[in-house]
């Protein structure tokens, strides 16, 4: 009698699996801004279906945005993932406590980047002669970088309010931005190609746009992160190097201001830059994260004084779920 009980418990329980996977298991993302082609990959996945064919996941994305602050979201246990920036932001949460950990790195480059007009500054080094419109995040960040690292000035600096037209007014102002935001903004508005100067190639080697999960879900439920991570590397790939139309109209249905050319425009400058398919990458696959990278980085902003140093740095992320060729072979041989 006892092992009849058993083997209908069994049965009942292999039943209510087998419903909730054809259901989809609910899983929640949480993006840091409006829907664009930087978050593409996500999209992807949940376009042509890999999420849940992979992974039985029935993903929902939910965009971020001025006035939404998903991480908060994750951190009170209505998100599984959440789209995190870049390692600064992974640091801090450490230094307050907070058991965030990033599993993945979808850019491998960070593309914050500083425009000028054309015939005033031709190199990085001629970026010192102008007057740079830089941000009050930026300035406490990567401009403290700048300053000590490169030889830049905080009399240089004016705040940069998100509005392009002092820069365009003025050829000797340069101005920060955003690979495909900024100068894609100068070119309709203005009607030129800015010269563009990618902070990362100036050795502010940061990874960005990371995944990020709870300490206690990588904990409890690995195979999870697994399945995820995996699935949006390959959502990466697809959206990169194959059809990627589906996924632009869900990224247009979640942000009506995006268009289809400014799509286009972000999609080309990150393959251009390399933002997502470089360094690392090109061997271990999208996503990768290496301790010698954290580490470097972890340093220079120490020694630039943006971070405190005695900061368990390493407790900010993991690198088991990544670095494993997921989804490489995606990637046309051409």
């Not at 007057?131 to 830049?152: C, E, P, R, V």
Request: with cysteine; hydrophobic share 40%; aromatic share 12%.
């Amino acid at each position: 009698m006892p092992f009849k009980s058993t083997v209908s418990a069994a049965a009942v329980l292999a039943l209510g699996a087998g419903l909730a996977q054809a259901e989809g298991e609910k899983v929640v993302f949480g993006t840091n801004w409006l829907a664009q082609a930087e978050h593409g990959g996500f999209y992807q996945s949940v376009a042509d279906g890999t999420y849940k064919a992979d992974c039985g996941f029935d993903v929902e994305i939910i965009p971020g945005g001025p006035q939404v602050n998903n991480r908060a979201l994750m951190l009170a246990g209505r998100m599984d993932f959440h789209m995190g920036g870049d390692l600064l932001q992974a640091f801090s949460a450490v230094e307050e406590g907070i058991p965030v950990v990033n599993v993945a790195a979808i850019f491998q480059k960070h593309p914050q980047v500083i425009v000028a007009h054309p015939g005033e500054a031709e190199t990085w080094e001629d970026l010192k002669n102008l007057t740079l419109l830089i941000g009050d995040n930026g300035y406490q960040s990567y401009y403290q970088w700048m300053i000590k690292a490169h030889g830049f000035t905080a009399e240089q600096r004016q705040p940069y309010t998100f509005n392009p037209a002092p820069f365009l007014a003025d050829k000797r102002v340069g101005m920060q931005g955003y690979l495909s935001s900024e100068p894609y903004l100068v070119t309709k508005e203005g009607g030129f190609e800015p010269n563009v100067f990618l902070i990362a190639d100036a050795g502010y080697a940061s990874y960005a746009t990371t995944i990020e999960t709870m300490a206690e879900t990588i904990a409890t439920n690995p195979e999870k992160v697994q399945c995820f991570v995996d699935a949006s590397i390959k959502g990466w790939y697809n959206y990169l190097y194959n059809d990627s139309a589906a996924a632009d109209a869900l990224i247009m249905a979640a942000n009506p201001e995006m268009t289809a050319d400014k799509i286009a425009y972000a999609k080309d400058k990150m393959k251009a830059w390399g933002i997502v398919d470089s360094g690392d990458a090109l061997e271990k696959g999208i996503g990768v994260m290496t301790d010698e990278m954290v580490g470097n980085f972890y340093k220079l902003m120490v020694d630039t004084g943006v971070v405190k140093d005695g900061i368990d740095w390493k407790a900010s992320y993991t690198t088991q779920f990544v670095g494993k060729g997921v989804g490489m072979d995606l990637k046309p041989a051409n």
